[in-house]
């Protein structure tokens, strides 16, 4: 257990709709990340935020949003949802989200969208 | 920006034998490197990570090696065991936290 929680585990939607996955990191980890997981696109970096502030931006759509509370957990938005959405979504934590930070990953939320 | 090229993508191997795994990267910039191992159905577990100031780090029956000048690491597995079947992925960082992610390699341990 990494200590990265992810709500909920799994989730089956329709085209066009809206989901929220979220993240809680591990006790006294500041940055949060999201990653993608799909079969054609392996694992793909999405965005980070470190104390409720984005730091870096990787191929995340703009029908894809995020936040970071002040409590530390962190809300991953997808809408107008797509078939090509279907994937595996992973949150990660880490301590300062520096470059050489240890990265720890949740057990994912599996995303259908039918 | 970064790539991360990983092979092979499958590997199958005796127990007890040794695994290798390649990566290279195309950013001379990257100076850290870890590697996850992935269980079906779960989250990808860090199972080793070496920064480039460094050009081996061993961990029991885990090994890394970083070779920065040719741009390319490798893990080693020795006395491999069937809780090693896993697919392994390799990384790099070059800024920040992002990590780009090789493809991946699906190890088969047979008894």
Redesign the interface.
């Known amino acids: 257990d990494s200590g990265v929680t992810q709500t909920p585990k799994h989730l089956i939607t329709a085209t066009g709709q809206r989901v929220t996955l979220r993240c809680s990191p591990r006790s006294g980890d500041l940055s949060v990340y999201w990653y993608q997981q799909s079969l054609d696109q392996g694992l793909q970096f999405l965005i980070q935020y470190y104390n409720g502030e984005e730091r870096a931006k990787g191929n995340i759509l703009e029908r894809f949003s995020a936040q970071q509370f002040p409590d530390l957990h962190s809300e991953l938005n997808l809408s107008s949802l797509e078939l090509g959405d279907s994937a595996l979504y992973f949150c990660a934590s880490s301590v300062s989200g520096d470059t050489a930070d240890t990265q720890y990953f949740g057990p994912g939320t599996r995303l259908t969208v039918l | 920006g970064e790539n991360v090229e990983q092979h092979p993508s499958t590997l199958s191997v005796q127990e007890g034998d040794s695994a290798v795994i390649k990566c290279t990267y195309s950013d001379s910039a990257s100076?850290?490197f870890?590697w996850?191992k992935q269980e079906l159905g779960?989250?990808?577990?860090?199972i080793i990570?070496i920064?480039s100031n460094v050009g081996e780090k061993k961990d029991q029956r885990i090994a890394v090696t970083l070779n920065k000048t040719a741009k390319h690491f490798s893990l080693h597995i020795t006395e491999t065991q069937p809780e090693d079947s896993a697919v392994y992925?390799c990384?790099a960082?070059?800024?920040?936290?992002?990590?780009?992610?090789?493809?991946?390699t699906q190890v088969v341990v047979t008894p």
Do not use: M, V
């Not at chain 2, 779960?42 to 860090?46: A, E, I, R, S, Y």
């Not at chain 2, 960082?93 to 493809?103: T, V």
């Open positions: 100076n850290y870890p996850y779960k989250g990808p577990q860090l990570d920064r992925f990384a960082s070059n800024s920040w936290g992002k990590l780009q992610f090789g493809a991946g």
